[in-house]
């Protein structure tokens, strides 16, 4: 437990994926522009839970978060069209049922394309996020 992830992409057709297990842990990622593809499993989080946030700028972006138990908080902010994004908590890891469930939180967030994030704006996004 206790494990950080900060992943930042800009591109095209990138993948983010990360994999944590224990309680307490931070998995923060960020990609712009199109078709790219972020990926969050945190497992356990029986205790303190844990936290993801992803947050995608562009077209055809999709977005998958995992997280076992109980505790855990999950944020999604999207900006631009065709995003998926799934946010499955209490997730069996394994074909075996989360030992403990409930007071989980998700919140996603999707914008049109018309909205158009300068650097700055970024940055400001993810701090907050961060804080969350």
Wanted: charge should be negative; charged fraction near 10%; proline fraction near 2%.
């Amino acid at each position: 437990g206790d494990n950080y992830v900060d992943q930042y992409q800009a591109g095209n057709g990138n993948e983010a994926r990360s994999l944590q297990n224990g309680n307490d842990n931070q998995a923060f990622q960020e990609q712009y522009q199109d078709d790219n593809y972020s990926k969050i499993t945190q497992g356990n989080g029986q205790v303190l839970g844990n936290i993801a946030t992803s947050i995608q700028n562009g077209f055809d972006n999709s977005s998958l978060i995992n997280q076992r138990a109980n505790g855990n908080m999950s944020m999604v902010d999207q900006t631009g069209n065709g995003q998926v994004s799934v946010v499955n908590q209490n997730a069996p890891l394994n074909g075996s049922p989360a030992a403990t469930s409930g007071s989980n939180t998700a919140t996603i967030i999707q914008r049109n394309a018309n909205v158009s994030l300068t650097a700055q704006i970024q940055k400001a996004a993810a701090t907050k996020v961060h804080n969350f």
